[in-house]
């Protein structure tokens, strides 16, 4: 069935559920104002590919303290709700997205007490949720005083991850590939050590889905597999922009596993010409990469991941959930 997406301000369902709203999900969508309507789309088509016979109604929330420029602003005023409005809702299932780190320390951030808020909120409020990247990073934080640690440089790439743990949120297959782009990471260790359920992990990336299960079922990827294919391609552009820029000190690396030989060979003069002569025009020549050029091949692991989750938050609710189909609205 359709996804329904209430995503404007006055679209939202009130406080309480309606057997009319099917399942209710909230989207924290903490990502910076170049990718604000990406991630936006990218958790809609995931959703409604995952969504089988469930109807969803996802509300979109911001927290005002992330920065925003003056294009940010204007969206989250169109299409958000003030994360004010969570704390009287009442939701089935909870997706919080990381946002772009900005202060060595979590805790600096200022959007931080909010988040820390947001996830003693989500214990008892909703069935489950989903916390990504470095919403994983704040979560483990606030809750069991993990601290992340700081990678020598970004990780970026598509890599392999091995199952480590069943759960019924799992999908089959013993292996799979997502994209990952950070730069801290959670030991593995801690994590074990503080009672985390790891449930796949990779040789390169680290631990990559871990639950924890208390009054909520708490779901943390360090990974994205809500990326479409050309995510990390976006990203590495920014950054190389950002670096002609002189917004940052090094040009960034090639995401890992994720471009083949014709792709690496045109990026790799383009990185040339950036690190040896200024031009001022080269950013508007960053070189056009076919989209065949890229390594894809995570959306039915990931689809299937979402599938279960809905699957988890429908039989977890109250007695009252109810399938019925409603009409799709296009979040634009």
Same mark, same amino acid.
């Given at each position: 069935?359709?996804?329904?997406?209430?995503?404007?301000?006055?679209?939202?369902?009130?406080?309480?559920?309606?057997?009319?709203?099917?399942?209710?999900?909230?989207?924290?969508?903490?990502?910076?104002?170049?990718?604000?309507? !990406?991630?936006?789309?990218?958790?809609?088509?995931?959703?409604?590919?995952?969504?089988?016979?469930?109807?969803?109604?996802?509300?979109?929330?911001?927290?005002?303290?992330?920065?925003?420029?003056?294009?940010?602003?204007?969206?989250?005023?169109?299409?958000?709700?003030?994360?004010? /409005?969570?704390? !009287?809702?009442?939701?089935?299932?909870?997706?919080? !997205?990381?946002?772009?780190?900005?202060?060595?320390?979590?805790?600096?951030?200022?959007?931080?007490?909010?988040?820390?808020?947001?996830?003693?909120?989500?214990?008892?409020?909703?069935?489950?949720?989903?916390?990504?990247?470095?919403?994983?990073?704040?979560?483990?934080?606030?809750?069991?005083?993990?601290?992340?640690?700081?990678?020598?440089?970004?990780?970026?790439?598509?890599?392999?991850?091995?199952?480590?743990?069943?759960?019924?949120?799992?999908?089959?297959?013993?292996?799979?590939?997502?994209?990952?782009?950070?730069?801290?990471?959670?030991?593995? /260790?801690?994590?074990?050590?503080?009672?985390?359920?790891?449930?796949?992990?990779?040789?390169?990336?680290?631990?990559?889905?871990?639950?924890?299960?208390?009054?909520?079922?708490?779901?943390?990827?360090?990974?994205?597999? /809500?990326?479409?294919?050309?995510?990390?391609?976006?990203?590495?552009?920014?950054?190389?922009?950002?670096?002609?820029?002189?917004?940052?000190?090094?040009?960034?690396?090639?995401?890992?596993?994720?471009?083949?030989?014709?792709?690496?060979?045109?990026?790799?003069?383009?990185?040339?010409?950036?690190?040896?002569?200024?031009?001022?025009?080269?950013?508007?020549?960053?070189?056009?990469?076919?989209?065949?050029?890229?390594?894809?091949?995570?959306?039915?692991?990931? !689809?299937?991941?979402?599938?279960?989750?809905?699957?988890?938050?429908?039989?977890?609710?109250?007695?009252?959930?109810?399938?019925?189909?409603?009409?799709?609205?296009?979040?634009?």
């Amino acid at each position: 069935m359709p996804v329904v997406l209430s995503a404007s301000r006055s679209a939202g369902p009130q406080p309480g559920r309606s057997e009319d709203t099917g399942i209710v999900i909230g989207l924290v969508n903490n990502m910076p104002d170049a990718a604000l309507r !990406t991630t936006e789309r990218q958790f809609c088509e995931l959703l409604s590919a995952a969504s089988d016979d469930v109807a969803i109604c996802l509300r979109l929330f911001s927290i005002p303290q992330v920065p925003r420029g003056e294009e940010g602003r204007a969206r989250v005023q169109e299409r958000y709700e003030d994360i004010g /409005e969570l704390w !009287t809702s009442r939701l089935d299932g909870l997706i919080v !997205t990381g946002a772009e780190p900005r202060a060595p320390e979590l805790a600096d951030e200022p959007y931080w007490p909010v988040l820390a808020q947001l996830v003693d909120w989500a214990e008892d409020h909703c069935v489950s949720a989903i916390w990504s990247c470095l919403a994983a990073h704040a979560a483990a934080l606030h809750l069991d005083g993990i601290p992340r640690r700081p990678l020598r440089q970004k990780l970026s790439g598509i890599f392999d991850c091995s199952k480590a743990g069943d759960h019924a949120i799992m999908f089959r297959g013993p292996r799979w590939r997502v994209p990952h782009s950070r730069y801290n990471e959670l030991p593995e /260790e801690a994590l074990v050590s503080a009672g985390y359920r790891l449930l796949s992990r990779s040789e390169e990336a680290g631990a990559d889905i871990f639950v924890k299960e208390e009054r909520s079922l708490f779901v943390f990827l360090q990974g994205h597999p /809500e990326y479409d294919p050309a995510a990390l391609l976006r990203e590495y552009r920014r950054d190389s922009c950002r670096f002609l820029a002189g917004e940052q000190s090094h040009y960034p690396e090639m995401p890992r596993h994720y471009f083949d030989d014709d792709a690496r060979i045109v990026l790799a003069a383009y990185r040339e010409a950036a690190t040896s002569r200024p031009d001022p025009d080269l950013p508007a020549r960053f070189p056009a990469i076919e989209k065949g050029w890229l390594s894809s091949g995570w959306r039915w692991p990931a !689809t299937q991941l979402y599938t279960n989750w809905l699957t988890y938050l429908v039989e977890h609710r109250p007695a009252n959930f109810s399938s019925r189909p409603l009409a799709f609205q296009e979040v634009p």
